[in-house]
């Protein structure tokens, strides 16, 4: 983009200058309808969504026996919801805001398997795949009991079979642990912000790792250049996947259980605020479109990124999606928050949310580390950096005068969406960054 086309925007869309200025910025997205039209907008239904609710349910026979972990669940990937009054309290202390609503922590940090959001649509999209090709080949029927999928025929095939992702990281882990567990052959492109520890953790699983010097979307754009000219090979394409859209969704259905089990109503007079950190877009924007279908107007979903990398932000607020990058306003992408480190957006979430997102908001690499520390000390739960993204959402839409998140009925809920794998040492060094941060 050329300065006089940037000098347009900037006429437009004055906020840019403050996402220019790398500020930690509130937009509200005009173009937010109803629920039901921008639903109907999408071509994604709810039957879409509950069938791959139900697919899920038919492979828990086999996840819980290839990973104990999850067998007290029965064989269910889903994370906790968790009441955080401490970290409520301490927040309001720091940015002397009132937060009258409630505040939850949706803790995706603690998912089973690969311990992030991706667990959620990574997970789904190889399962998927995987029941594809035995239907195709014979070797089940929807009917079967799913601990099948074990057995040594099926990772016979499976071996002949490649599964292909690009990643900043814990997708790659997501990925890699459920195909190489299934028996596939599976490669992981990994962008220059991936974390040694993950490609570490992937190698020893067997999986093949390609490092790239350069960004997420080099790595996503080799991986797929690799996997398109190989017809076995599978490519979980992150920008443009619907079952990575569809696995994220049912979440949805997941969290409405857990509300009503914990008591919680969601209606228009007790609106639910979601704030979602983002990267590319497909796990935030496949959960709030779940959310969406669950609780249609009621539920108010907000995406987080970092102010060096607000991608989906520059994208939605400009209409561009795609085909705008934040270096294009001299946004250098860099970020700590290395699963939020995107330049670009996925226009297929993007043109999917424009009626149905509330808005976005940006958070600097500072304040996620001051965050990071401030819920280790007060709630004792660890988290890594870009899960943090979600936690200044209710100061952004109470500071902001967003309509009724100031309201006492109010839940406001931060979506952490990663943490449990980070080796303590690591998350040794993040919390000593959030405290040398906080004295400051
Ligand atoms: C990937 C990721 C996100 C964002 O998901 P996108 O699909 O890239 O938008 C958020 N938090 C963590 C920890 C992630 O790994």
């Known amino acids: 983009m050329n300065q006089n086309e940037i000098s347009e925007w900037l006429n437009k869309l004055p906020l840019l200058q403050q996402i220019i200025d790398k500020n930690e910025v509130l937009w509200v997205n005009p173009l937010n309808g109803h629920s039901d039209e921008g639903i109907s907008q999408s071509g994604i239904t709810a039957a879409d969504v509950k069938d791959a609710s139900e697919r899920l349910r038919r492979f828990a026979s086999y996840i819980q026996t290839v990973f104990p972990e999850t067998r007290e669940a029965g064989g269910i990937i889903e994370s906790p919801v968790t009441e955080i009054p401490k970290m409520k309290t301490a927040l309001a202390d720091k940015y002397a805001t009132d937060i009258p609503g409630t505040l939850l922590l949706k803790q995706d940090n603690a998912l089973p398997i690969s311990g992030s959001i991706k667990a959620r649509g990574g997970i789904y999209e190889v399962l ?141 007079d007790h609106p639910l ?55 294009d306003f001299g946004l250098d992408n860099h970020t700590a928050a290395d699963g939020l480190a995107v330049g670009t957006p996925s226009a297929f979430v993007g043109k999917k949310m424009e009626p149905l997102l509330a808005g976005c908001y940006t958070i600097s690499d500072e304040t996620m580390f001051e965050l990071l520390t401030l819920i280790a000390d007060t709630e004792e739960i660890r988290l890594e950096p870009s899960a943090l993204a979600g936690m200044t959402g209710a100061i952004q839409t109470i500071g902001n005068e967003v309509p009724s998140a100031h309201s006492p009925n109010a839940t406001h809920l931060v979506w952490a969406t990663g943490g449990s794998m980070v080796p303590e040492n690591e998350m040794d060094i993040y919390y000593g960054i959030g405290k040398a941060e906080s004295r400051k």
């Open 128 to 268: 998927k795949h995987a029941e594809t090709l035995a239907l195709l080949h014979g070797l089940i029927t929807t009917e079967d009991d799913y601990a099948k999928f074990a057995e040594p025929e099926f990772r016979n095939l499976f071996a002949k079979h490649k599964i292909a992702v690009g990643s900043t990281g814990n997708l790659g882990l997501s990925i890699g642990i459920m195909s190489a567990q299934l028996g596939f052959n599976v490669t992981v492109h990994m962008s220059a912000d991936a974390k040694q520890w993950k490609k570490d953790l992937l190698r020893e699983k067997g999986v093949t790792v390609v490092e790239y010097a350069d960004d997420y979307s080099k790595a996503v754009e080799e991986g797929r250049r690799q996997a398109d000219a190989d017809p076995l090979c599978h490519f979980v394409d992150d920008e443009n996947s619907i079952d990575l859209f569809l696995g994220y969704a049912v979440a949805g259905e997941r969290l409405a259980a857990q509300m009503e089990k914990l008591g919680k109503t969601v209606d228009a």
């Open 273 to 327: 605020f979601v704030y979602l950190p983002c990267g590319v877009g497909g796990g935030p924007g496949g959960v709030a479109f779940g959310l969406k279908l669950q609780f249609g107007d009621n539920v108010h979903c907000f995406f987080a990124e970092p102010t060096h990398a607000p991608c989906m932000t520059i994208g939605m607020m400009t209409g561009l999606h795609d085909q705008v990058s934040v270096a």
